[in-house]
């Protein structure tokens, strides 16, 4: 099941059918729940490995059982399914959705070129709780805390970036340990001799067909994926129940409370320590909110609560009522699962986990792709190639350099630990970070955008908080055990995108201290000593401001003194929503007078959503400067708005024709073939010119149908004649080329910051044009130095 396919759902109004519900919760245990499923796996072989002994008494595999229920029902049951899925950002989850979430009710942001105007979109709406003018007291007083101060603003992105990193940490550990802990069944049909020579090589060689496949998508075997957790979910839930059954019947009394009490009781320190082994068995349930986007939130409770849920409890019960009538105090590798299973079924078993354990694998890595994509969207990570491995499913994404890069990491975790032991500890301090970051967010949350009083966040991050730090401790105690690995990951991913976001926030700054007014763009059309010469076509300047003049521009007017007839400065910037609907995305408006035929055009994007190909992106820029010269009418904005767009300069809302089926529709035709005819019903304002200089492009011709109704007058279709025009000779993109310094005079981390780790960044990632949505054959990139 592809990851992207469903997110359409969430964002409908309509209530879904009980029919659809089923099927999405069905669907879900493939994408969501591969990880947690397979946590059985290496939970109680994780806890035993050092810390408690197993002893005749029981005291300890009870006590660990009981932990492992209540752990399970208070963190993915209560405080996921029943609390962290409702503060979904339009349908979108993860850490991302709470920290955009948190910047638009505190008027907040990370991206430098926010407007006013962006509040209008529909996904921006606040729909939680009472309105704005209705916050309590207690919300207004967090709110303009956080508006007032700058650091809290930015401990707030650090935060949400330092559970961003762990997340991406846990895409290298996850893998390793899942596929470790599968194949680790083979050590009971072997020798531990011949089984340390058989079990790694196995590994390594499943993680590396993992990866290298991973450019082919999900979308080809994507429809196994529920089947194969399903099947898996119906074997531990088996063998649970046959265990209980045959073994000890009364295991169920361990699910009191009272033998938490015998268990910390007896093992005191050892049984602190062992939870960091008892943690694991909730690793993976940040998926449920993470990927709550591809889904629903109902179908997702659903999946989790009659289906997940219980089959994980008789999976652990099943193997405490084994493991309680067989003490091996020699062996400690054999209080691992697969000694609890029949050996009758035990070879199905393993090839049924190590398929369900690549499923659980498959999402922690697509699921770093996507979060590697906002982050790059958000401007907190360099840029890099994203492909889409479907052409019918947009969301599906391919990253080939953080695939390597996860590959690499991933291997060298499970050659250089060679045991679930070392993983474990890692993965499960990456695991409880992420709980506890999503813990903090959703404390604000509950008074910013609930509207709720600060007593429900205090409790909230008081219960969930205490029981989180606890198993935090005892993982960070094993620090030189494996538990170092994510830190240290997560340590040089945040410095990664930390680095480029204030390397991008300072460019950016340069940019609006330096951009030239528009009076002196106006002086070369009013002097004819300079000798500026207008070219046929239409040339787009692409820059990050959304007002004024780019220096870039007046830079490569000084040195080639020539621009096209048609001018469009062009911002294709991010938006804190997760998706902006197609009718919302461009606002156009003019730069000067109308006879100057200059436009500034800003293309919206959502930190989900997918950029569309350059021919695409043409196609809709050219007919949303179209549809805004027919209806040539300003934006209903605010004067504060219109002093930030800056003088005679307004923009509106301009829907693309892909969306705007009543507005402008455009219509090419290569050497003359007619692809598209269009009806009978419209009116058709047709220009054929060839160009006069031969091109290497195929020849176009370009028609403008406008909508029966519309009615222009001359001097409006003139300009569409002159725009057509320029479409035909062709369009040129000219973005800047940036080489960003520090200033003399400023401090040394500065220095370091932007003359060595910005400029590496920039050095190794891709060039401006990726992600853009532009043609490379038509670009031209002005190099500038910037000092900042």
Known sequence: MDLERLSPRTHQVKKESWWTVLTLAYQ????????????????????????????????????????????????????????????????????????????????????????????????????????????????????????????????????????????????????????????????LSMSKEQHQYVEVPVVCAILILLFSLQHYGTHRLGFLFAPIVLAWLLCISTIGVYNIFHWNPQVYKALSPYYIYKFLKKTRKRGWM?????????????????????????????????????????????????????????????????????????????????????????AIITGTFSIIKQCTSLGCFPKVKIMHTSSKMHGQIYIPEINWTLMLLCLAVTVGFRDTKHISNAS????????????????????????????????????????????????????????????????????IMYVWHYGTLKRYEFDVQNKVSINWLLTLFGSSNLGIVRVRGIGVINTELVSGIPAIFSHFVTNLPAFHQIVVFLCVKSVPVPHVKPEERFLVGRVGPKEHRLYRCIARYGYRDVHKDDLEFEHDLICSIAEFIRSDKPMDCSP?????????????????????????????????????????????????????????????????????????????????????????????????????????????????????????????????CYGLSTPHASTLEVGMVYIV
């Open 428 to 495: 499960g301090l990456a695991v409880i970070t992420v709980m506890l970051v999503t813990t903090c967010l959703m404390s604000l949350v509950i008074v910013l955008c609930w509207h709720k009083n600060s007593i429900f966040a205090l409790a909230f991050i008081f219960f969930f908080g205490t029981i989180e730090a606890l198993y935090f401790s005892a993982s960070l105690i094993k620090f030189l055990e494996g538990a170092w690995v994510p830190l240290a990951l997560s340590f040089i991913f945040l410095l």
């Open 640 to 768: 504060d708005l219109e002093n930030e767009c800056g003088t005679n300069e307004r923009l509106t809302v301009v829907a693309a024709s892909s969306s705007n089926l009543e507005g402008v529709q455009i219509y090419e035709d290569d050497d003359g073939f007619n692809k598209q005819e269009p009806s009978s019903s419209s009116e058709v304002v047709v220009v054929a010119v060839e160009p006069q200089v031969p091109s290497p492009r195929i020849k176009k011709r370009v028609r403008f149908v406008l909508p029966e109704s519309a009615r222009v007058d001359r001097s409006t279709e003139e300009e569409l004649n002159e725009l057509m025009e320029a479409r035909e000779a062709g369009m040129a993109f000219i973005m800047g080329h940036s080489y960003v310094r520090a200033k003399s005079g400023s401090s040394v981390m500065k220095k370091i910051a932007i003359n060595f780790g910005y400029d590496f960044l920039r050095r190794n990632s891709r060039g401006p």
């Open 274 to 362: 062992s939870l960091g082994g008892i943690l694991l068995c909730i690793t993976g349930s940040e998926a449920m909110f993470a990927d709550l986007g591809h889904f629903t939130q109902l179908s997702i409770q659903i999946a989790f609560t009659f289906a997940v849920y219980p089959s994980l409890i008789l999976a652990y019960m099943g193997q405490a009522a084994y493991l309680s009538k067989h003490h091996f105090r020699e062996n400690d590798y054999r209080v691992g699962f697969y000694v609890s299973v029949p050996e009758k079924i035990r070879w199905p078993v393993l090839a049924i986990a190590i398929l369900a354990a690549v499923v659980g694998s498959q």
């Open 28 to 187: 879900s245990l493939g994408v969501v729940y591969g990880d947690l499923a397979t946590s059985p796996l290496y939970v109680y072989k994780s806890t035993f490995a050092e810390d408690i002994q197993h002893s005749e008494t029981n005291e300890e595999i009870f006590g660990v059982l009981s932990l492992v229920f209540w752990t399970l029902t208070l963190i993915p049951l209560v405080k996921y399914v029943f609390i962290v899925l409702r503060a979904d950002d339009n349908g979108e989850g993860g850490t991302f959705a709470l920290y955009s979430l948190l910047c638009r009710h505190a008027r907040i942001s990370s991206l430098p070129n926010f407007q006013l105007a962006d509040e209008d979109l529909s996904e921006y709406k606040k729909n939680y709780g009472a309105n704005q003018r209705n916050l309590k007291v207690n919300a207004w007083s967090l709110k303009s805390i956080l508006e007032k101060y700058k650091v809290l603003q930015n401990m707030l992105l650090v935060l949400a970036l330092i559970g961003t990193c762990m997340v991406i940490g846990d895409g290298v550990l996850t893998p390793a340990i899942s596929v470790f802990s599968a194949v680790s069944g083979l050590e």
